[in-house]
Every structure is written in C-alpha cells, then in structure tokens.
C-alpha cells in the first residue's frame, strides 16, 4: 500500500503548504546549528494569518527536531500555510 502523507520538501523561507483542506501530519524543523529557528503553521491558504494551528521554536544548538501531530493530525480546512524567522532556518511539512 502507498504511503498517504505528502511532503512539502525543504523550505527555507514563508510558503503556502496546501492551498485547500489538508490534515497537518508532522513536521521537521532544521536549524543552522547556531541561531534558532521558528515555525508557524496556519489554517490558511495564502497568508500568516489566521487560526495558528502549529508553532514551535528549536533552539539552535539542536540542530533539527521532527514532530509528529497527535490523533492522526490536524484538519486544517483553508490549507496550510508556514511562516518561518530565523537564521539558516529550514522546515519539512508532511500533510495528507
């Protein structure tokens, strides 16, 4: 059987996910070893705006850290969108 979630593959900068429903499986925060990173995902097609739906802030010297959503995910019924601060920061969404 096919794996369902898709991934949004590395993203570096602020981007629309899904521009439609979607369920928010999990995510993989990156940072560049030395500065912190911070995500935040919307219940929102094309803007940081919205119902926050995710946020996490990873410390830098962690370097990346993945997280798995709770009860087979997160509906997010106008899409998700990622907002994404801080130097050499980088993020995978994984959404069904």
Excluded: W
Excluded at 69 to 80: A, E, F, H, L
Aim: proline residues 3%; charged residues 15%; negative net charge.
């Amino acid at each position: 059987m096919k794996p369902s979630n898709r991934s949004s593959g590395l993203k570096t900068a602020d981007a629309v996910i899904r521009a439609d429903n979607a369920i928010l499986a999990g995510v993989h925060i990156i940072t560049d070893g030395t500065n912190d990173a911070t995500l935040v995902l919307y219940d929102n097609a094309s803007a940081a705006s919205g119902t926050e739906v995710f946020k996490q802030v990873v410390t830098g010297t962690n370097d990346a850290i993945p997280y798995s959503m709770p009860d087979g995910g997160i509906y997010c019924k106008n899409g998700i969108y990622a907002d994404v601060t801080g130097t050499g920061a980088g993020y995978i969404v994984f959404f069904r």
